[in-house]
């Protein structure tokens, strides 16, 4: 991916920060809340902040303001929303415990089973939740196997030949989730495989949620599918449907910041940072994928750099980079697209310490949200 261009205020605001420290684009958050309003406005659907993605919760309130609320898959994320945004709160995890099932009915509006077994286990203590469960489609729409429910021995959902002739009476809704950064032709290829095998059941119920993965703020997205895609589930069957995403909430609102330490050379200049993908962004390692960062460009870029860390992890990297001009120990490396993934997933291996959060305001001041320190590394072990 391509890094997006940055105004020199912006550039100098990111600049100014000590470093590591993650950066939340509070604009480019907006305009993207502001693309998901709309398809709620369009559709009747509910759009909700799928957590597991981004709960930097500071920005809950403003979040609120766009869109219907958040899912959970389970009860520390379930409570974050009640007492952060208390919009609808829904949940749903591969199984859930005896105790915590009673706690995520008082705060939950809706509870998702993964199995039959889950289901007859905890409904009985589900007085005040909507209660749906989990289906597999058994169609798989990407070529990621770590991010796919559908593909052979996925303990995700139930399959067709796993379903009753008739569904029992609390069951309400449905939910699938299937996709990781597509494009709506997907949606609408497993939305017509799902219809064609669980039709005969949509009669009973009153909801019908569609997941995440969903790439709605992408600038090559087909919104207009996707609206009409919605609009054919609540015309012809009369279900409020949801959608849950995460990435497309907070596409290209975020930035990771890091500092260059070292410079080494085997085979190829190495820059070592401050910030590391095994700590600060997993996912680079773990899809694997190489964030777009500022300055580079990979057709006119000439100076090249492997962008690595400083921890003992061999295999460290975020990736290799062509830079326009050279970089020296010392200088700025601004990674982008830094929101999604990388919080809510970052630890302390090495005692590597947990970046600073900003927020990157409309006026390109900064303010702190979080500040980390020794305690926080000592307090997880």
């Known amino acids: 991916m391509q890094p997006h261009e940055l105004s020199i205020e912006k550039i100098n605001a990111l600049n100014s920060l000590p470093t590591p420290s993650f950066v939340i684009d509070e604009g480019r958050l907006v305009a993207n809340l502001k693309t998901l309003n709309e398809i709620e406005q369009l559709s009747g659907c509910k759009v909700l902040l799928a957590q597991k993605c981004f709960s930097t919760y500071q920005l809950y309130p403003l979040i609120a303001q766009y869109i219907s609320g958040t ?3 389970g009860i520390y994320e379930a409570r974050l929303a009640h007492e952060e945004m208390g919009k609808e709160n829904h949940v749903y995890a591969p199984a859930y415990n005896d105790n915590d099932i009673i706690e995520l009915d008082k705060i939950c509006c809706h509870i998702v089973f993964n199995s039959w077994n889950q ?3 905890h409904s009985h203590n589900c007085s005040n939740a909507s209660i749906g469960i989990r289906i597999n489609p058994e169609l798989s729409t ?3 196997a770590i991010y796919d429910p559908c593909s052979y021995g996925s303990r995700l959902g139930i399959r ?7 569904l029992p009476d609390r069951i309400e809704g449905f939910h699938f989730h299937t996709l990781c950064e597509q494009n709506a032709d997907d949606l609408e290829k497993t939305f017509l495989e799902f219809e064609r095998k669980f039709k005969k059941y949509f009669k009973q119920l009153k909801w019908l949620n569609l997941g995440g993965g969903h790439y709605i703020t992408h600038k090559d997205y087909n919104r207009k599918k996707l609206i009409d895609l919605l609009n054919y589930i609540k015309d012809e069957y009369h279900l409020q449907t949801y959608l849950e995403p995460g990435e497309a909430v907070v596409l290209n609102c975020g930035y990771l910041v890091s500092t260059v330490l070292d410079k080494v050379d085997n085979g190829i200049e190495i ?4 910030a590391s993908a095994a700590c600060h962004c997993p996912d680079a390692i773990e899809m694997p994928f190489a964030p777009p960062v500022y300055g580079t460009d990979d057709v006119n870029g000439t100076i090249h750099y492997r962008l690595s860390s400083m921890t003992c992890l061999a295999g460290d990297k975020f990736g290799d980079y062509n830079f326009l001009k050279e970089q020296n120990i010392n200088d700025k ?3 982008q697209d830094m ?4 919080m809510v997933k970052t630890n302390t291996f090495n005692g590597m310490p947990l970046p600073e959060i900003y927020i990157l305001k409309s006026d390109n001041t900064t303010q702190l949200i979080k500040k980390f320190g020794y305690e926080d590394f000592k307090g997880r072990l």
């Open 71 to 73: 899912v959970a898959s």
């Open 119 to 121: 289901y007859q286990r």
């Open 142 to 144: 990407q070529s990621h």
């Open 160 to 166: 067709i030949s796993q379903m009753p002739d008739q």
């Open 271 to 274: 820059l070592i940072l401050d």
């Open 333 to 335: 490396i601004i990674f």
């Open 339 to 342: 929101a999604l993934y990388t």
